[in-house]
C-alpha cells in the first residue's frame, strides 16, 4: 500500500540529495584526474593515462564489492541502515582523500570511496520503489535520478573552481550534512513485513542457484552496459579522444563531465516519464538504447569538428544513457522482497564494475587499433549486448513488489 504523501515526498527528497552527494564524489575524479596527478608528481600524458585509469579501476572495484555487502545488508537488517552506513563511509573516504600524498594513498581512498558509494543508490530506490503505488514509482525513481546526477554538474563548477584537495573535502561536508536529514526516514513497510518472517532474506548466492534468476540477473546488469561505458571511456578520457581527433583546442574532462550530466539528468526524467505515459519500460529502454548508438557513431565522426559540437554530442550523449533511472527501477521491480536490496544494490554496481573490463579492452585494443577505432567498436559492442539482453527481460511495469523469491 503507497504511504502517505508526505512520507514520500521526504523520502523522495533525501534519497535525491543522498544520490546527487553520491555522483558529485563518483565524478569528482574523473574532473581533477589530471590536475590531482600532477600535483602527486605524475607529469607524462602516459603516466596520467595509466595512473587513471589504474584509480578508477581501484573506485570501480570498491563499487562492485561494496555493491554486494550493502545489498546484503539492505536484506536483512533494512534499506535504513544502508542509507546511513554507505554515506557515512564515502564521506570520510572524501575528506581523508584531501590528504593523500602519492598514488598507492590515492588508490586505497579510492577503493574505499567506491565501497560507500555502492549502497546509495540501490537502497534509495529500494525504499522509493517500495513506498510508491506501481502506478506512480516510476515517476519517484526518475526524479531521485534525475536530481542525483546534477551532482556530476555541480562537482565540475566545484573542480574547476577550488584546488582538488578542496573539492575532496566540500564532498565529505555535504554528506555530513545528509546524513542529519536521514534521521527523519522511514523503513519500507514491505521490509517491515517480512523482516521476523522465516524467510531467506539477502542470500546473495540464491541468485546463482536458479538458472532462470541467474539468467534475469546478468540480463537486469548488461542491459546497462552502454551506460558505463559512455562515462568510463568516452567522457572520461575526452581529453585524449579530442587530440586522437586532432582538434585545436583539446577538450576538458571537467567541461564534458558537465554537459554529459547535465544530458543524463534530462535523460533520466524523460525515461522514467515516458515509460509511464507508455506504461512499458522495455519500449522506453529500446528507444534510448537507439539514441545511444546514434549519439556513439556521431561522437566518433563528427564530435572533432568543433569544441562547441563536441560539448554539444557529449550532451546528447548523456541524455540517451539517460535510461538509467529505469535500469535501476527495472531491477527493483524484477525480483522479489526478500531480494530487492540485495539485486537493486547490486545491478548497479556490478554494471559500474564493468568500467575495468573495459578500459582494459579499450587499452589493449588502442595500440593495434588506434584510440578511435577501439573505442567505436567497444561502443558498438555494448550496445549489441544491451539490445540482446533487452530481448530477454520481461516487462514489470504492471509488477506488484509485495512478494518473495
Sequence with gaps: MEANKKTIFITVLVAALGYFVDV????????????????????????????????????????LIGG????????????????????????????????????????????????????????????????????????????????????????????KTYDWRTSYIIGGVLGAFLLVLRIS????????????????????????????IFIKLLNCILIGL???????????FSPEFGK????????????????????????????????????SRKKSFLLFMILTLISIIL???????SLPIFYTICSLLGFSIGYWAIFVTNAAESFGTNLRATVTTSVPNFIRGSVPILTILFNSLKVPLGITTSGLL??????LIA????????ETYHKDLNYLE
Excluded: C, H
Excluded at 185 to 208: A, D, H, P, T, W
Design 68 to 159: 554486494v555487502a550493502w545489498g546484503i545488508l539492505g536484506d536483512k537488517k533494512g534499506r535504513l541502515s544502508v542509507l546511513f552506513g554507505s554515506i557515512f563511509m564515502y564521506s570520510a573516504a572524501n575528506i581523508l582523500n584531501a590528504y593523500v600524498q602519492n598514488v598507492e594513498q590515492y588508490a586505497v581512498m579510492r577503493f574505499i570511496a567506491g565501497v560507500g558509494l555502492a549502497g546509495e543508490l540501490g537502497a534509495g530506490i529500494t525504499l522509493v520503489s517500495e513506498i510508491m503505488s506501481k502506478e506512480k514509482r516510476g515517476y519517484g525513481t526518475s526524479i531521485v535520478a534525475g536530481i542525483g546526477i546534477l551532482g556530476a554538474v555541480v562537482a565540475s563548477f566545484v573542480g
Design 387 to 394: 539490445l540482446f539482453s533487452l530481448s530477454k527481460l520481461e
Design 299 to 305: 561522437y566518433f565522426t563528427v564530435a572533432g569538428t
Design 185 to 212: 526516514l522511514y523503513e519500507s513497510g514491505m521490509f517491515n513485513q517480512i523482516k521476523k518472517e522465516n524467510v531467506e532474506k539477502g542470500n546473495f548466492f540464491m541468485l546463482f542457484r536458479n538458472k532462470e
Design 378 to 383: 567497444i561502443g558498438i559492442g555494448t550496445v
Design 24 to 63: 558529485y564524489d563518483l565524478l569528482l575524479f574523473s574532473i581533477v584526474r589530471v590536475s590531482s596527478l600532477k600535483s602527486l608528481g605524475i607529469v607524462s600524458e602516459e603516466a596520467i593515462l595509466s595512473n587513471g585509469i589504474f584509480l578508477i579501476n581501484m573506485q570501480m572495484l570498491g563499487m
Design 244 to 279: 586522437a581527433f586532432g582538434m585545436e583546442e583539446i577538450p576538458s574532462a571537467g567541461e564534458a563531465v558537465k554537459y554529459a550530466y547535465i544530458g543524463l539528468s534530462l535523460g533520466d526524467i524523460s525515461s522514467g516519464f515516458f515509460s509511464q505515459k507508455i506504461k
Design 226 to 236: 552502454p551506460i558505463w561505458y559512455v562515462i568510463g571511456i568516452l567522457v572520461t
